[in-house]
């Protein structure tokens, strides 16, 4: 199991599902939730493009930033996430599973352009 190490996570504040995941993973991860910093990409574009991610992809998809600096996208953001919640450890287990990961990405992909584009925030 990787260390618990402080990370930053950027997610879409602006999002109504994922201020509710948000303060899901904080009750589930308890005092630990305080080694995480949770940046809005709206208010974090030039820190997120200073890094090589641009401001509209980080829309699209979850970054996570460790303290080593490496930024993780996406599915394997949201395992890195879950592998601090003991209860989900089998979980992100089950999403890093070759024939698991792709199609729940594509699910992922899908639900996030269309409710992108219903906030009108979809570039064109």
């Keep these: ?3 618990k190490t402080s990370i930053n996570i950027f997610y879409d504040a602006q999002c109504p599902l994922c201020r509710k995941e948000r303060r899901r993973y904080e009750r589930w991860l ?3 939730a305080d080694d995480i910093d ?3 990409v ?3 574009e030039q820190a997120l493009r ?4 641009e401001p509209a992809m980080a829309l ?4 996570i930033e ?3 600096g490496e930024l993780i996208e996406g599915i394997d953001a949201y395992r890195v996430l879950m592998r601090r919640i003991s209860l989900l450890v089998p979980v992100a287990w089950v999403l890093g599973l070759p024939g698991i990961k792709p199609g729940v990405r594509a699910l992922y992909d899908r639900w996030v352009k269309r409710r992108l ?3 009108g925030r979809w570039p064109t």
Excluded: A
């Excluded at 200073?50 to 991610?53: I, N």
């Excluded at 699209?60 to 970054?63: A, E, G, I, N, Q």
């Design 1 to 3: 199991m990787p260390s």
């Design 38 to 40: 949770w940046l809005d």
């Design 117 to 119: 584009q219903k906030q």
């Design 60 to 63: 699209r998809s979850l970054h």
């Design 50 to 53: 200073d890094k090589g991610v």
């Design 30 to 32: 308890g005092h630990e």
């Design 42 to 44: 709206s208010e974090n």
């Design 66 to 68: 460790t303290t080593q």
